[in-house]
C-alpha cells in the first residue's frame, strides 16, 4: 500500500497556492513556499526574523525584518497595501517597509 498524505488548507492559502503555482509553474514548490511564507509571517509577529528572497532584478536579498507591534507599530503610516502573495514586513536594518513575493523566498532563518 503506497504512503499517502492529506494536506488541510484554508481558502486563503488555496488561493496563493495557485498564485504561486501560476508564477512558479510549479505546484509542489507552490505548497513549500506558501509553508515558508506563513511560518516567516507567524515568526514575524513576535520578533525579528532573517530570511533570504529574490529581488525582482534578480539580486539575492538578506533581510531582517518583523511585524511585531512593539517594533513597527511607530512607522505605520496608513498607507500600507496588503496582498495575499506579497510578504510585507519592516525592515529594521533599513528602518522603512519593505515586501518580498511569496514565491521570491529562498530561506528562513
Not at 512558479?24 to 515568526?43: I, P, Q, V, W
Not at 525592515?91 to 532563518?109: F, N, Y
Request: aromatic share 8%; glycine share 8%; proline share 1%.
Amino acid at each position: 500500500m503506497e504512503n499517502m498524505a492529506i494536506i488541510s488548507m484554508a481558502n486563503t492559502d488555496v488561493v496563493k497556492a495557485n498564485i504561486i503555482a501560476k508564477r512558479t509553474g510549479n505546484a509542489f514548490a507552490a505548497g513549500y513556499l506558501l509553508s515558508l511564507g506563513n511560518e516567516l509571517r507567524k515568526r514575524m509577529q513576535s520578533g525579528v526574523v532573517e530570511f533570504y528572497f529574490h529581488k525582482k532584478n534578480g539580486e539575492i536579498r538578506r533581510a531582517f525584518g518583523t511585524t511585531m507591534p512593539a517594533l513597527a507599530k511607530a512607522h505605520i503610516n496608513g498607507r500600507g497595501s496588503s496582498s495575499i502573495s506579497v510578504i510585507t514586513f519592516f525592515d529594521t536594518e533599513k528602518g522603512e517597509w519593505r515586501s518580498a513575493q511569496i514565491q521570491s523566498l529562498i530561506k528562513v532563518c
